[in-house]
């Protein structure tokens, strides 16, 4: 099967398309044959190792040293159950997959395996029916994001929200669920080229985090949600806090680690049934391309989700 190797932490060259055997599925595990994949904010810190000294050692403690000790990267997929192993009662062969691989990796090949235990940890559920591959990919990352951290946020139907950095993979998906799923009213924050795009996903208002001294009107936000992440900033975002009410919280999605719940990918596909949901797709690579995929996505400026199909 094709699959793309992490020689070493570097540039996007560092990945090789390479041939590899077709994974075998143990007693407690499914084949899963995967139709999408993609290149995500996290893959690129995955490959390139480019990180703060406090985010760069945990990461490489936990995912290998001098270069990835699982060599086959890759976080999200989206597939079908190809094949499963004796002792798996939750799946049978045929069921359309999404998930994430978290530290196991893996995604970025033709096939891979998982543990039937994997759904119950959160990181594999069955797809939305109403969504393609592609899509699932985008919202199985963006969407257990937005999830968590707007949980965390604990909104109130006809809270206020800002969604800063509102047109990347988990702000196009964090607008929709803050809108739709808990009734918030919602401000998107994007740059001028994307305002359009936010508002069309339900934001009731939207600000161009590229006018200085933009910052809304002070004591407003019950919430502001940062989707873009730490790494990420300008001066609408320093002043940001300023817009916040008196017991309003300021959450960034850097803030601690992505934690799977079983149920959060059982949730978003019910939502995502339920038909309130636009999945955006900024390009998709053929696998052969994911060179050209990563240095897409390193400019910072993708819209919606970079997916990868075999
Ligand atoms: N907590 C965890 O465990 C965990 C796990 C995974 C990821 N994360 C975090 O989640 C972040 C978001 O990932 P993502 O894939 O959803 O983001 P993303 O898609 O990479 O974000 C891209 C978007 O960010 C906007 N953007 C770029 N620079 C900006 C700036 N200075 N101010 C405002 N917006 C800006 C761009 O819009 P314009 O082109 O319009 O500027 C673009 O639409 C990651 O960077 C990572 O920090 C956290």
Same mark, same amino acid.
Request: charged share 25%; with cysteine.
């Given at each position: 099967?094709k699959a793309?190797?992490?020689?070493?932490?570097?540039?996007?060259? !560092?990945?090789?398309?390479?041939?590899?055997?077709?994974?075998i599925?143990?007693?407690?595990?499914?084949?899963i044959?995967?139709?999408?994949t993609? !290149?995500?904010?996290?893959d690129?810190?995955?490959?390139?190792?480019?990180l703060?000294?406090?985010?760069?050692?945990?990461?490489?403690?936990?995912?290998?040293?001098?270069?990835?000790?699982?060599?086959?990267?890759?976080? !999200?997929?989206?597939?079908?159950?190809?094949?499963?192993g004796?002792?798996?009662?939750?799946?049978k062969?045929?069921?359309?997959?999404?998930?994430?691989?978290?530290?196991? &990796?893996?995604?970025?090949?033709?096939?891979?395996?998982?543990?039937?235990?994997?759904?119950?940890?959160?990181?594999l559920?069955l797809?939305?029916?109403?969504?393609?591959?592609?899509?699932?990919?985008?919202a199985?990352?963006?969407?257990?994001?937005? &999830?968590?951290?707007?949980?965390?946020?604990?909104?109130?139907?006809?809270?206020?929200?800002?969604?800063y950095?509102?047109?990347?993979?988990?702000?196009?998906?964090?607008?929709q669920?803050?809108?739709?799923?808990?009734?918030a009213?919602?401000?998107?924050?994007?740059?001028?080229?994307?305002?359009?795009?936010?508002?069309?996903?339900?934001?009731?208002?939207?600000?161009?985090?590229?006018?200085?001294?933009?910052?809304?009107? =002070?004591?407003?936000?019950?919430?502001?949600?940062?989707?873009?992440?730490?790494?990420?900033?300008?001066?609408?975002?320093?002043?940001?806090?300023?817009?916040?009410s008196?017991?309003?919280?300021?959450?960034?999605?850097?803030?601690?680690?992505?934690?799977l719940?079983?149920?959060?990918?059982?949730?978003?596909?019910?939502?995502?049934?339920?038909g309130?949901?636009?999945?955006?797709?900024?390009?998709?690579?053929?696998?052969e391309?994911?060179? =050209?995929?990563h240095?897409? !996505? =390193?400019k910072?400026?993708k819209?919606?989700?970079?997916?990868i199909?075999?």
């Amino acid at each position: 099967m094709k699959a793309i190797e992490c020689t070493a932490y570097g540039p996007p060259e !560092v990945l090789k398309l390479i041939e590899v055997d077709k994974p075998i599925p143990k007693n407690n595990e499914v084949l899963i044959k995967i139709h999408a994949t993609a !290149v995500t904010a996290s893959d690129i810190y995955l490959r390139s190792s480019e990180l703060p000294l406090r985010y760069k050692i945990p990461m490489r403690l936990a995912i290998g040293i001098k270069k990835p000790r699982k060599s086959i990267i890759g976080l !999200v997929l989206a597939g079908e159950i190809e094949d499963l192993g004796k002792d798996v009662k939750r799946f049978k062969k045929g069921d359309q997959i999404y998930g994430i691989t978290g530290f196991n &990796l893996g995604a970025y090949a033709e096939y891979t395996c998982m543990k039937e235990t994997d759904s119950m940890a959160g990181c594999l559920a069955l797809k939305p029916s109403n969504i393609s591959y592609e899509e699932a990919t985008v919202a199985a990352y963006g969407g257990l994001l937005a &999830l968590q951290y707007l949980e965390k946020g604990n909104i109130q139907p006809g809270q206020k929200v800002l969604i800063y950095g509102a047109s990347g993979t988990s702000g196009t998906i964090a607008i929709q669920l803050a809108k739709y799923y808990f009734g918030a009213e919602v401000t998107g924050v994007s740059s001028t080229r994307n305002l359009d795009l936010v508002k069309s996903l339900g934001a009731d208002k939207v600000i161009d985090y590229t006018i200085e001294n933009n910052v809304p009107n =002070e004591d407003q936000y019950d919430l502001i949600l940062d989707a873009v992440g730490k790494m990420k900033t300008s001066e609408f975002k320093k002043n940001c806090k300023k817009a916040l009410s008196p017991k309003g919280k300021y959450i960034s999605i850097d803030d601690g680690d992505l934690k799977l719940y079983s149920s959060r990918l059982e949730k978003l596909k019910e939502f995502i049934e339920a038909g309130h949901f636009k999945t955006i797709i900024d390009r998709t690579y053929p696998i052969e391309e994911i060179v =050209e995929a990563h240095k897409y !996505v =390193e400019k910072g400026h993708k819209t919606g989700g970079v997916v990868i199909t075999f």
